[in-house]
């Protein structure tokens, strides 16, 4: 399998390490504007290097790609190995904008090729266990934490390049809490930017979720602690089950049963399992984010950043309606 690599910075290095598992699977090809990067990148994997991707998925043949830009940096990479009939990988967020995103999905509506947005958590032994015990228990309510500090990328620290931390960042547990409770309606939030000089957007943040099978949520968010906690409650008629998924462990009770799990596998080298898997045989089953439903986290994300700044309960927009306005 031939894959190529648009950004092979920052995350790409983890889903690079674990594509070398697969003896089947070559790295054909990098894109890359940083020219030591690109060629540290190329010199490991046996990679031709390009420093502008038009031209890489013009010259290359590919089987699958893998987009790992920062936020700011989408532009037409994934309208492009749409037309080109390449199945691609894109890192979280899938953009900065609805605007963006929606242009890529009318474009998959045009050149449907496979597509996975890399949420791992949803690839969890958390995640699954979880499921399997609450059945078909009802939610009541979704309790989500991202309390970390303030990471050294240049960009991540820039609203207009990041999106700021609930986009780019707190992203994971909105879309955990979307996977576990369903599509959110409604938003709102409130946020401070008193405390944290590195960043120029909220470092304190509380939002309040509606669903719309009348669940309600809550997920917190800050950069000024040390240690970091990625952690989500699920909170139903006799359940109580906190999952914490920076240290891969999930403890509650489900009933009578008391609840204590050690997880094996986070996620990270098992969504690209999937996605390699699902490419091999054209069947998008493995898959648990695909680009719309990456989209729909991001407007979700979107919306709760528009709290933020109005103080105002603002309505999650459809993103299928909003494709059929389209």
């Known amino acids: 399998m031939r894959i190529g690599f648009i950004g092979v910075g920052g995350i790409a290095g983890n889903y690079l390490s674990y594509l070398r598992r697969y003896p089947d699977v070559r790295i054909t090809a990098v894109c890359e504007i940083n020219p030591e990067r690109a060629q540290k990148a190329a010199e490991a994997y046996g990679a031709t290097v390009y420093q502008d991707h038009h031209r890489m998925l013009e010259e290359e043949q590919l089987d699958a790609l893998f987009i790992t830009v920062p936020p700011f940096a989408h532009t037409d990479q994934e309208t492009l190995a749409a037309e080109r009939g390449i199945p691609f990988f894109v890192a979280k967020p899938v953009a900065l904008s609805l605007e963006t995103a929606l242009r890529v999905l009318r474009t998959l509506r045009k050149y449907p090729v496979l597509t996975n947005v890399g949420y ?18 009802p939610l009541g309510m979704v309790i989500g934490r991202v309390h970390v500090n303030t990471p050294g990328t240049p960009w991540w620290r820039v609203f207009c390049e990041s999106g700021g931390q609930i986009v780019e960042q707190a992203t994971h547990l909105y879309d955990l809490a979307r996977y576990f409770a369903g599509e959110v309606v409604a938003v709102h939030g409130w946020g401070g930017d008193r405390l944290n000089p590195l960043i120029d957007f909220e470092d304190v943040a509380t939002v309040n979720l509606r669903f719309e099978n009348g669940v309600v949520g809550n997920i917190t968010s800050t950069s000024l602690v040390r240690t970091g906690t990625y952690a989500l409650e699920l909170i139903g008629h006799d359940y109580h089950l906190q999952l914490d998924y920076g240290r891969n462990r999930m403890v ?54 528009e709290s933020l700044h109005t103080g105002e309960i603002v309505g999650v927009p459809r993103v299928e309606s909003l494709l059929e306005e389209g």
């Open 252 to 305: 509650g009770h489900v009933g009578e049963r008391w609840v204590e799990l050690e997880a094996k596998e986070s996620g990270y080298g098992r969504q690209i399992e999937r996605f390699l898997e699902a490419v091999r045989r054209n069947d998008p089953s493995p898959i648990r984010s695909d680009y719309l439903d990456g989209t729909k986290t991001l407007a979700v994300t979107l919306a709760a950043n």
């Open 120 to 137: 791992m958590w949803r690839h969890s032994d958390l995640t699954d266990a979880a499921r399997e015990l609450i059945g078909d228990r």
